[in-house]
């Protein structure tokens, strides 16, 4: 009776080099990285954010060993707005460029002291940047739970104009719950076409149902970590969420 | 749902008396703590086993409890509607009924399972959703917004249900509903809750982890100095705890510079780039953050003084 959802598959995009790392106090060997990688793509894991090139040359080195090492997973690289991230990026070729673009007025305003024009302005330019190096790109809505949905759809419309075909909805500070990702998840659908990328944080235990919400309501990558580590309380458990997702594909085939 | 009666009862005492028996009952002092902090926090009843009852006489005099043999447990999942007709249930006081278990609904529409579970057992039914696909406090919540006003928590989850500092966490920060509880006591919880059961929480565990607020990340760090609520969910001081900046791979110039202060190092604003490097090349080489010695090592280098 309550069986009306029709979803075929679920692409994991495994952070646990990017935004697990960055959990307080932990820190990978270069070795460490290129074994989870060789571990997550011999696991067939859609894609495998592999780092942040700017953060110099052993996180370069790293990319690149994993880029060689891989068979099956879309390898990408994290950048923030600008376009020296960007040119660390390119050094690493990688298969998918991510640029993460503050969008909450806390972070633009507050944290950057810049306003939106400022966002659009670069965001234009370093889309275009990486775009015409034949590079995918995805853009990362940073803070996306606490900003507001108009203006995201704006941002969509921007890159999708530009041939950005995906956006993340990054749950920045954990502060979403099932019923709010889905109203966000299915306005920015409906508005835009643009695919859904949910990144969730653990902040108020819910990293788990949220994302499964998020895949409910239309959302096809789902960001995961090993273990669930990640800044605070964590982020999506990647093995929890395998776990459980096979249960609910598996349910509602039935 | 502000000015809303929210009614929680814990059952952590119903847990440890069936995991550990007669092993807590050789801990009677930390027990009867352990009540009066569960209490503090927010919980209204405290629900317990008769046995556990007498044996910890005499109990707290303010805890409301509750004996868990006076429940009649519905137990169900999605379904859980089908079997009962409005009819069979018309029951003029279902205060001891609750239902137990509904891990599955978010697999589906569970504002819909919510909606006919009101209209059949009525939204002060006793909720005592559980956790076997992690979505216990979702979906406790997720009941409350719908109305519902009963909740049935443990702490840390223990025993697979509802953990009782995520939905008190969750009422509070993101509901922004107040209520009795005291959220400062959570640490003391914690490290009582571990002396009980002999065992370590996970330190990222969202509201009692150790480490929660913890942070590294240049970019975080940045962002905190300025607002801590650019990369905080709420503020530490409230449950308890304090952030602390830890130096390792992640770290920013901004950071740095915060841990030489704190050390009372004065440095030069241009050395910092090479500490910077040095930070992560030996961060990675360690595989973790590093202590304050070891970051005045790194000075010392840096500055040719060592």
């Not at chain 1, 390119?90 to 002291?113: A, R």
């Not at chain 2, 007669?22 to 919980?43: H, M, T, V």
């Not at chain 2, 952030?243 to 910092?272: N, P, Q």
Request: with cysteine; proline share 2%; net charge neutral.
């Amino acid at each position: 009776m309550y069986k009306r959802i029709n979803i075929n598959d679920i692409k994991i995009v495994d952070t646990t080099l990017r935004d697990g790392e960055q959990s307080a106090g932990k820190a990978f060997s270069i070795d460490e990285k290129v074994e989870i990688a060789k571990y997550m793509d011999e696991n067939n894991v859609y894609q495998i954010e592999a780092g942040i090139p700017v953060m110099g040359d052993l996180e370069k080195e790293c990319i690149k060993r994993i880029l060689a090492g891989r068979n099956n997973s879309l390898i990408s690289t994290w950048n923030r707005m600008n376009k020296k991230d960007l040119q660390h990026s390119f050094d690493c070729k990688p298969d998918i460029i991510h640029i993460s673009v503050p969008t909450s007025d806390i972070q633009i305003y507050s944290n950057l002291g810049k306003d939106k024009l400022w966002i659009e302005k670069n965001l234009r330019e370093c889309v275009y940047f990486a775009k015409d190096k034949g590079y995918e790109v995805t853009i990362g809505f940073e803070d996306a739970s606490r900003a507001d949905i108009n203006y995201l759809i704006d941002l969509c419309k921007i890159v999708k104009s530009m041939d950005v075909k995906r956006v993340r909805y990054a749950d920045t500070v954990g502060i979403l719950m099932p019923s709010l990702v889905r109203e966000a998840v299915k306005t920015i659908i409906d508005n835009t076409g643009v695919e859904v990328e949910i990144h969730a944080h653990n902040d108020f235990g819910m990293a788990i149902p949220i994302s499964l919400e998020a895949v409910k309501s239309g959302a096809k990558y789902v960001d995961c970590t090993l273990d669930g580590i990640g800044e605070r309380a964590g982020n999506c458990n990647l093995q929890e969420f395998i776990r459980i997702s096979n249960v609910f594909l598996e349910k509602i085939r039935n | 749902m502000s000015g809303r009666k929210l009614e929680i009862t814990d059952k952590t005492l119903v847990i440890l008396d069936l995991i550990y028996g007669e092993k807590i009952r050789k801990k009677i002092p930390q027990l009867r703590e352990l009540i009066k902090l569960i209490y503090a926090i927010g919980s209204d009843y405290i629900e317990i086993t008769e046995d556990l009852y007498k044996q910890l006489y005499p109990l707290p005099k303010e805890v409301k409890f509750k004996l868990n043999n006076k429940f009649i447990e519905i137990k169900g999942n999605c379904n859980i509607c089908e079997n009962f007709s409005e009819e069979s249930l018309y029951i003029n006081n279902n205060e001891n009924i609750r239902i137990v278990g509904l891990d599955d609904i978010i697999f589906y529409d569970y504002e819909k399972i919510f909606f006919d579970i009101k209209k059949t057992f009525g939204n002060d039914i006793d909720m005592c959703i559980k956790n076997e696909y992690g979505a216990s406090t979702a979906m406790s919540l997720e009941w409350i917004r719908a109305g519902g006003k009963k909740i049935v928590t443990t702490f840390a989850g223990i025993g697979g249900y509802t953990p009782l500092e995520s939905i008190l966490g969750a009422i509070g920060f993101l509901e922004k509903v107040k209520i009795r509880g005291n959220y400062i006591l959570f640490p003391e919880v914690l490290k009582l809750f571990e002396e009980i059961t002999e065992n370590e929480i996970k330190s990222n565990m969202p509201f009692i982890g150790k480490d929660i607020f913890n942070v590294e990340s240049g970019i975080h760090v940045n962002g905190i100095i300025k607002n801590p609520s650019t990369y905080e969910p709420y503020d530490p001081s409230k449950i308890g705890r304090t952030r602390k900046i830890i130096i390792g791979k992640h770290s920013g110039v901004s950071a740095l510079e915060i841990k030489l202060k704190e050390l009372e190092i004065e440095y030069k604003y241009s050395s910092l780039d090479n500490m910077l490097e040095e930070v992560r090349n030996i961060s990675t080489k360690k595989r973790r953050g590093l202590d304050d010695q070891e970051v005045k090592e790194i000075y010392m280098k840096c500055s040719n003084l060592a």
